[in-house]
């Protein structure tokens, strides 16, 4: 069954410092998500791509984050510095597409980032 | 913020069927009910949608009722695995932005 990588699955890292996250969709799919969950509450959407596309990124804090999917497939997720209120899992989700009318998207393992 | 209302926390035993309830009085024609569970530490699942008519499939039953505006998940012999937060989801089809916008959902525990 195909699935949605990311790595690393961990990441420690110390205020101010850069990371970076990585994320393979599910071949095929034309739309990437990128998603953060702090501790106790439910995923937020941080940026959305249709194709390499951004199609929403109004919750990125783009004075930190950034986000690339130059060829329409992988991405990555920069942060750079880092701050404490970065420490979160950061998940990526992909979807067939988002012109359908059912666009199911399917979640990967997400990264676990702790700012030290 | 969310448009879904779904208890905190049920319990369940081993083998038994488990129900949880969500209510959504404000759903529009055109939005979907998803359903997602969260076992610890791990990304979401996608568990089951539906507009209108009751669906099933391998992982789970959804009831929706007539007016739409509450549905119930059901896990029909639930195992421990199936401890989890479940999150019940209403999204619009189609259009250029598809975000879920997740609650903070329902915990579901096993009990053995």
């Known amino acids: 069954e195909a699935e949605v990588a990311q790595s690393p699955r961990y990441k420690i890292t110390e205020k101010s410092q850069a990371v970076a996250f990585w994320c393979d969709p599910i071949?095929?799919?034309?739309?990437l998500y990128w998603y953060r969950q702090i501790l106790g509450q439910g995923p937020e959407l941080l940026v959305q791509?249709?194709?390499?596309?951004?199609?929403?990124d109004s919750q990125l804090p783009k004075d930190r984050f950034s986000a690339e999917r130059l060829k329409g497939v992988d991405s990555t997720l920069k942060i750079q510095p880092a701050e404490l209120g970065d420490s979160a899992m950061y998940l990526c989700?992909?979807?067939?597409?988002?012109?359908?009318?059912?666009?199911?998207?399917?979640f990967g393992p997400g990264t676990r980032l702790t700012v030290l | 913020d969310a448009k879904t209302t779904q208890p905190t926390s049920m319990d369940c035993a081993e083998g038994r069927a488990a129900n949880l309830p969500c209510n959504h009085s404000?759903?529009?024609?055109?939005?979907?009910v998803y359903w997602y569970r969260q076992i610890h530490s791990q990304g979401p699942q996608y568990i089951i949608h539906?507009?209108?008519n009751n669906e099933t499939n391998e992982m789970a039953s959804l009831i929706i009722t007539e007016d739409r505006k509450s549905s119930t998940l059901i896990l029909p012999h639930a195992t421990l695995r199936d401890t989890a937060v479940y999150y019940c989801?209403?999204?619009?089809?189609?259009?250029?932005?598809?975000?879920?916008?997740f609650g903070t959902g329902t915990l579901l525990a096993v009990q053995p």
């Open positions: 071949s095929g799919h034309a739309t």
């Open positions: 791509f249709q194709d390499e596309s951004v199609v929403d």
């Open positions: 989700a992909s979807s067939p597409g988002a012109e359908r009318d059912t666009d199911t998207q399917y």
């Open positions: 404000t759903i529009s024609g055109n939005e979907y």
């Open positions: 539906g507009l209108k």
């Open positions: 989801i209403v999204r619009p089809y189609g259009g250029a932005t598809n975000k879920l916008i």
